[in-house]
């Protein structure tokens, strides 16, 4: 049984340029998270997608984008990339939502470089 | 605001020695509180998720300990190995909140020397 997977596990990138980050949940899961974790910092939350759609919401702006697809696998697009875009990028997975107390499974995560 | 402040910021034990690691809250209501060990550039992993009505939870050599009246808790790790050398995270989560609603602290970071 595959957990998270996440692809690419490493990117540079310059100033401007846009990315689009990947993540496959684990199997049965159908929620998935974006977080950016910068170094020495916990993470972030970005945003939660449940039923192809955006539920949930950080502090973070429109630069960053998602979707979901049918198959529950997300995308993190992220436009005009800025050096403070630099970090770890984590998908985390889990089943339904509603549940009191559930269980998320991170990936191993994107690390991203912007110069 | 909600916060979760974690200490030591940094800790380096010796091999077999046990340590413990603190973690102070301010979320409310409080639903749950997690403990993860994140190994370096990889994903974090869970260890234990309390709730309000558990004041111990253990996992192998793992012991996490949560007081709600104070907000506080606590991870202890016996007879450390240097597989051990990660940072460990704690994370609260609001009753009624939902899956985004995570409060993560800034994490512990272990170093087990031989």
């Known amino acids: 049984d595959a957990g998270v997977t996440q692809s690419p596990t490493h990117l540079i990138k310059t100033r401007g340029q846009q990315v689009t980050l990947r993540c496959s949940p684990k199997s049965g899961h159908d929620t998935v998270s974006w977080y950016q974790q910068a170094l020495g910092q916990g993470p972030q939350f970005i945003f939660q997608?449940?039923?192809?759609?955006?539920?949930q919401r950080g502090n973070f702006p429109d630069r960053f984008s998602g979707h979901q697809f049918p198959n529950y696998s997300s995308e993190l697009n992220v436009n005009a990339l800025l050096l403070g875009d630099s970090a770890l990028y984590l998908c985390a997975s889990s089943l339904g939502q509603g549940a009191r107390v559930w269980t998320q499974y991170f990936g191993p995560g994107t690390r991203l470089l912007v110069l | 605001k909600n916060q979760v402040e974690q200490s030591p910021q940094s800790l380096i034990i010796l091999e077999g020695k046990n340590c413990t690691l603190q973690c102070n809250y301010t979320v409310s209501p409080f639903s749950n509180l997690r403990w993860y060990k994140q190994d370096t550039g990889r994903g974090p992993v869970s260890l234990t998720i309390?709730?309000?009505?558990?004041n111990t939870k253990s996992n192998g050599r793992y012991t996490a300990t949560l007081d709600a009246d104070t907000k506080q808790s606590s991870l202890h790790i016996t007879a450390s190995q240097l597989s051990d050398s990660a940072s460990y995270i704690c994370v609260v989560s609001a009753e009624g909140g939902s899956q985004g609603n995570l409060i993560f602290g800034k994490g512990t970071k272990l170093s087990v020397k031989p």
């Open positions: 997608y449940y039923e192809e759609e955006e539920r």
């Open positions: 309390m709730t309000f009505s558990e």
